[in-house]
């Protein structure tokens, strides 16, 4: 499996992104999906996660109420909407897969996409 992530990029606070996650290689229509994030000096965090078929989603505290992840299974493709951007969100973020359920951990992925910076200034 093969993961492409795009859409990050600089906005003001407040702003929205989107972010996607597109996969290649094998229909990962039955792989958990998550997005995790690091900041430079900073452990990688759970951002958010979407089960298989989209109906279960989690996300860290931090971003609860203003990112949603959501998935369309037919494109092979893993978004993430972030609005209400706020600096403290500045960090490279990740896309991730793995078999079955997604986790908040990232020791448990088994795929990993090279990561799209996202800056949100003050």
């Known amino acids: 499996v093969q993961l492409q992530a795009s859409g990050g990029g600089l906005v003001q606070a407040g702003g929205s992104l989107r972010l996607s996650c597109a996969a290649s290689?094998?229909?990962?229509?039955?792989?958990?999906m998550g997005w995790f994030r690091q900041a430079p000096g900073t452990e990688r965090e759970f951002v958010a996660a979407?089960?298989?078929?989209?109906?279960?989603?989690y996300y860290a505290d931090s971003v609860k109420g203003r990112f949603t992840i959501s998935r369309d299974n037919a494109k092979n493709t893993v978004y993430l909407q972030m609005n209400s951007l706020k600096p403290e969100d500045t960090a490279v973020y990740y896309c991730a897969a793995r078999p079955y359920r997604p986790t908040m951990r990232s020791s448990e992925y088994d795929y990993w996409g090279q990561g799209t910076q996202v800056t949100v200034s003050s």
């Open positions: 290689g094998r229909i990962v229509g039955s792989y958990g």
């Open positions: 979407i089960s298989w078929s989209g109906v279960g989603t």
